[in-house]
Nanobody, 117 residues
Framework: QVQLVESGGGLVQPGGSLRLSCAASGSIPSINIMGWYRQAPGKQRELVATITSGGTTNYADSVKGRFTISRDNAKKTMYLQMTSLKPEDTAVYYC???????????WGQGTQVTVSS
């Protein structure tokens, strides 16, 4: 069974940076598209960045130019480098397939990112 574990979140001041990691374990098929999602307090979960196995990326307008998604297929790990963080980036960040829960891959516990002075 595939499991995804997010890490790297924390408390950071506006303008700061964080790098999130998403590590997969278990026997997994070749997954074409992976993504980072986030859910802010009182808001719906949104997809903020995607990456294909070939390295093609896409971003939500809200994070474009500030976030960078990357993927190491050999390590079965995905990353989200976040820079110029804003208070509105505060959310729990999750990784999953795009669309979500392909191959039965469930949501992990996520990692909390709090941007506050």
């Amino acid at each position: 069974q595939v499991q995804l574990v997010e890490s790297g979140g924390g408390l950071v001041q506006p303008g700061g940076s964080l790098r999130l990691s998403c590590a997969a374990s278990g026997s997994i098929p070749s997954i074409n598209i992976m993504g980072w999602y986030r859910q802010a307090p009182g808001k719906q979960r949104e997809l903020v960045a995607t990456i294909t196995s070939g390295g093609t990326t896409n971003y939500a307008d809200s994070v474009k130019g500030r976030f960078t998604i990357s993927r190491d297929n050999a390590k079965k790990t995905m990353y989200l480098q976040m820079t110029s963080l804003k208070p509105e980036d505060t959310a729990v960040y999750y990784c999953n397939t795009v669309p979500s829960m392909r191959w039965g891959i469930r949501w992990g516990q996520g990692t909390q990112v709090t941007v506050s002075s």
